[in-house]
């Protein structure tokens, strides 16, 4: 039996997956209702992705990683987060874990042009590009899609890549707890006077959150996340007014700023679907899990669960069993949670932690921080953050 899977969504997730299960003799429909030529020239976005060793190696591996210009990649050597004005931070670092970073940063439009390019190599992925996906529905022995020009496919498995707003996980009933924070991330990037020394630091200050991404030399990716009023008027200063307003923001830390591009802006919602599969389909990336930025592990564990499902749905098919069903997708599912949920809970925490400014959540937050920075937390947290799960 000729046997099949259908993605709804070719972002960096949707990508990985089908170039993941296409290596392993799967043939895919890969269904996004962006035009082809926005897929394979994606615009700049301001979004800079931290990449663990993890991830580079699956990006290796799915032949993206060699199609990726070096002056693209920046390494990240330690992380440092601080609560407020107070000179103490918590500090991740490789320490001895046998390489001297944490990982490296790279442009979300460089990885999806990547992705897109690897994925063009392969015959057995079909892309239906332009188009949207009007029904979906699932029965014992297929899933089936029906498109807005009236046309229709079907196979074995049917996998919602669509975003942390998944229409598709709709139509299959699956809910999911969704938070909408009432803040949104702006980001983009500058020129600084001041070596950021691949250092990526964080602050999380009275009625802000403030992070500065090391690029080359003498560049950086700026990151404030504000209530959705104030990051609305922000985005929408000229470029000199936008360049001293980061400046007076991180307090000259890193001397003047100047815009090197524009805000973009992203309002902030997280996602946890309350199940990852039913009867022939299965939730990836953030459809499934919608992480939140603070701990720029989104992407990692997409791609992370791409990994395990394709190794999954490969499995199956080398013994002769069926791909799409349920004792397949329950194991996702298992492994998927087991990954995700845990740095999800620590990352709300955090999040509650440090935005919440009432007197108690103050002092709870600079004992906590004092607390983390114990050798034994701090290399735990950052066993963690490097690995991505």
């Not at 615009?43 to 990683?65: N, P, Q, S, V, Y």
């Not at 050597?77 to 601080?82: G, K, P």
């Not at 990982?103 to 390019?117: H, T, Y």
């Given at each position: ?227 959705d009023g104030q990051a609305q008027r922000l985005a929408e200063?000229?470029?000199d007014a936008t360049s001293a307003e980061l400046t007076r923001r991180f ?139």
């Amino acid at each position: 039996m000729t046997q099949s899977v259908l993605i709804v969504g070719a972002g960096p997730v949707g990508l990985a997956l089908a170039i993941g299960l296409a290596k392993a003799g799967i043939a895919v429909t890969l269904v996004e209702r962006q035009a082809e030529d926005e897929l394979a020239e994606p615009a700049f976005d301001g979004r800079e992705i931290a990449l663990t060793h993890a991830t580079i190696a699956a990006l290796k591996r799915l032949g993206a990683w060699d199609r990726i210009a070096a002056d693209a990649i920046h390494p990240l050597a330690e992380a440092r987060v601080y609560n407020g004005a107070s000179p103490l931070a918590l500090s991740f670092a490789p320490g001895r874990s046998g390489t001297r970073q944490l990982g490296s940063l790279v442009s979300n439009c460089d990885i999806r042009r990547a992705l897109f390019a690897a994925a063009r190599q392969l015959p057995s992925i079909e892309l239906i590009s332009g188009i949207s996906v009007a029904r979906v529905a699932t029965c014992e022995n297929e899933a089936r899609i029906w498109l807005d020009d009236g046309s229709d496919r079907a196979a074995s498995l049917l996998v919602a890549a669509d975003s942390r707003f998944s229409a598709i996980r709709g139509q299959l009933g699956i809910s999911a707890r969704m938070n909408r924070l009432g803040k949104s991330m702006l980001v983009g990037r500058v020129a600084i006077e001041r070596d950021h020394g691949h250092v990526a630091t964080e602050w999380f200050d009275h009625g802000q959150t403030l992070a500065l991404l090391p690029l080359c030399e003498g560049q950086a990716s700026a990151v404030v996340t504000l209530a959705d009023g104030q990051a609305q008027r922000l985005a929408e200063l000229d470029e000199d007014a936008t360049s001293a307003e980061l400046t007076r923001r991180f307090a000259r830390r890193f001397g003047d700023m100047r815009m090197l591009t524009p805000l973009h802006l992203f309002p902030l919602t997280t996602t946890y679907a309350h199940r990852f599969v039913t009867q022939r389909a299965a939730l990836a990336g953030d459809a499934a899990v919608g992480m939140h930025p603070v701990t720029a592990h989104g992407f990692n564990l997409g791609l992370a669960g791409t990994e395990r499902l394709a190794h999954l749905a490969a499995s199956a098919c080398q013994k002769g069993s069926d791909l799409g069903n349920l004792g397949v997708l329950h194991r996702y599912q298992a492994g998927h949670r087991a990954a995700t949920w845990p740095l999800y809970a620590t990352t709300n925490v955090i999040v509650g932690l440090y935005t919440d400014e009432r007197r108690p959540r103050r002092l709870a937050r600079r004992v906590g921080l004092q607390a983390a920075r114990l050798a034994p937390v701090s290399h735990t947290l950052t066993k963690m953050l490097m690995r991505g799960a």
